[in-house]
Nanobody, 122 residues
Framework: QVQLVESGGGSVQSGGSLRLSCAAS????????MGWFRQAPGKEREGVAG???????KYADSVKGRFTIAQDNAKNMLYLQMNSLKPEDTAMYYC????????????????WGQGTQVTVSS
């Protein structure tokens, strides 16, 4: 059974940094593409960053140059380093996994974590 558990969210001031973690279990980790998504109240879930099984990464324009997705296959962990945070980054952040997602940044993944809240104050 695939399980994804996020951690690392919190409250920071604008310009601060956070690192989100996602612990994955229940499957051969490096055979799945992984993604980070976020959803703010009243808004649709949006893709933030994704990493394919071949290591290719993709970022939303709004986070390019500020966020970095990385994975540790030996530990079955996915990370999202978030720097220069802005109030508009405030959202619930979700980790997702799929064997073959059509698009890395579209929310058509089979497996999702419960989310971790990120709040950025001005």
């Amino acid at each position: 059974q695939v399980q994804l558990v996020e951690s690392g969210g919190g409250s920071v001031q604008s310009g601060g940094s956070l690192r989100l973690s996602c612990a994955a279990s229940g499957y051969a980790y490096n055979t799945y593409s992984m993604g980070w998504f976020r959803q703010a109240p009243g808004k649709e879930r949006e893709g933030v960053a994704g990493i394919a099984t071949n290591g290719v990464t993709k970022y939303a324009d709004s986070v390019k140059g500020r966020f970095t997705i990385a994975q540790d296959n030996a530990k079955n962990m996915l990370y999202l380093q978030m720097n220069s945070l802005k109030p508009e980054d405030t959202a619930m952040y979700y980790c997702a996994a799929d064997k073959n997602p059509l698009y890395l940044l579209r929310p058509y993944y089979n497996y999702w974590g419960q989310g971790t809240q990120v709040t950025v104050s001005s």
